[in-house]
């Protein structure tokens, strides 16, 4: 049976307030939990301690398999997006933090840390909710350092940067981010390697027998 584990990151959990104001012309929101920052879509909860988050499993798996199950958002800004702005609601949940196995960037034929774990579209209207819920994908890390710190980018489709805003009534709300962790056990590994067990010729199926 496959042990799962849930990690909820809220954007509370860094600064309740819910005046716009306060994060709007890329003030930066710091408080002893995390940062909020890029006009309200750059995220970053501090110490987050995987060894206490994963309890038993942590030190019975050496790979872990991580999945952004579901997104909800409270009341966006008082301003409807329109036009090409609409690009800044097309957005890709970028995860930082985590020693990720694989994340190739195609446009520097390397892997980025900053890897791309799910896309989005939030709504353009003002007084604007969201609510997401996603089939599983995984994306599978390392374990690394006991504690990290999470941040979480909203890069826009256009420009795949965070998106700027001179307006405050234009910002999203408050998120949670709900996460499903599980181990990789590791004789899963063993079932992608291809061993030769034989020299006999493919054709000679009875020799195999």
């Not at 952004?68 to 409807?80: A, F, K, P, Y």
């Not at 941040?151 to 499903?180: E, K, P, R």
């Not at 061993?195 to 010729?201: A, D, T």
Request: net charge neutral; aromatic share 10%; with cysteine.
């Amino acid at each position: 049976m496959t042990e799962n584990i849930s990690l909820c990151l809220k954007t509370t959990q860094i600064s309740s307030s819910n005046t716009f104001s306060d994060y709007a012309t890329d003030f930066i929101v710091s408080t002893s939990s995390g940062q909020i920052s890029n006009n309200r879509t750059r995220y970053t909860w501090y110490n987050v301690n995987l060894r206490n988050l994963l309890g038993p499993i942590y030190n019975k798996y050496n790979k872990f398999n991580i999945s952004l199950n579901s997104i909800l958002t409270s009341t966006q800004g008082t301003t409807d997006i329109t036009g090409i702005s609409k690009n800044d609601r097309q957005l890709q949940v970028k995860m930082y933090g985590l020693q990720w196995l694989s994340s190739y960037n195609q446009a520097t034929q390397n892997n980025d840390s900053n890897k791309v774990i799910r896309l989005v579209q939030f709504s353009t209207a003002s007084y604007g909710t969201d609510s997401y819920h996603f089939p599983e994908q995984f994306h599978t890390f390392l374990k690394g350092s006991d504690v990290v710190d999470i941040t979480l980018n909203l890069h826009n489709v256009s420009t795949d940067t965070n998106t700027t805003t001179s307006s405050a009534g234009s910002l999203l709300g408050h998120m949670i981010f709900n996460f499903n962790i599980q181990g990789v056990p590791e004789e899963l590994n063993d079932r992608l390697e291809i061993k030769q067990k034989s020299n006999v010729h493919i054709n000679d199926v009875k020799l195999l027998r």
